[in-house]
């Protein structure tokens, strides 16, 4: 019997953690104090086996806890979703968003690129996200926009993120 006959009606939009590894300790997440769990990467495999059991899969977001960024197969899962016309996009801190990632990123055709920054100073990153990494991130979104507007690309669509704080 099919699902259909079921009743049941998959999913066209899909949450999927690509990695649960981190490159920052924010003060704010439950990796603060470290990751409950064993280090673990998705692979393509993994993620078309969960995919392709989706037919009418509209949309993904391939971020959880950790860097999708710190993936290796990021760009080929994307490029794999792309080709089944899927709507991809992630979160990032933008630490790893350095030129080769930028053009491999935009190779794939990826829809919208969210940067989660928190702070709009280097002193109030370090406060929220324990780093001293800002200035490398805002550096690394002008090269962004530097690139696609040579490339003659809108996408993906870039935005910044922030956390709500007092």
């Not at 860097?67 to 630490?95: D, T, Y």
């Not at 990632?101 to 280097?122: F, M």
């Amino acid at each position: 019997m099919s699902n259909v006959e079921h009743g049941l009606r998959l999913p066209k939009v899909l949450y999927i953690e690509t990695t649960n590894r981190c490159n920052l300790r924010c003060k704010g997440c439950v990796l603060y104090r470290g990751n409950w769990e064993p280090d673990r990467d998705m692979s393509l495999q993994d993620l078309v086996m969960v995919t392709d059991q989706l037919p009418e899969l509209e949309r993904a977001t391939l971020h959880g806890v950790g860097e999708p960024l710190l993936n290796k197969a990021l760009c080929r899962m994307i490029a794999h979703l792309k080709k089944r016309n899927v709507f991809v996009l992630f979160n990032s801190n933008g630490i790893l968003l350095d030129e080769k990632r930028q053009n491999a990123i935009i190779d794939t055709g990826l829809d919208e690129l969210r940067i989660s920054l928190d702070a709009s100073s280097s002193e109030g990153y370090k406060i929220i996200r324990n780093s001293n990494k800002f200035n490398r991130i805002v550096q690394n979104l002008r090269t962004f926009l530097k690139l696609q507007k040579k490339r003659r690309t809108v996408t993906p669509r870039l935005s910044i993120w922030f956390l709500g704080t007092k």
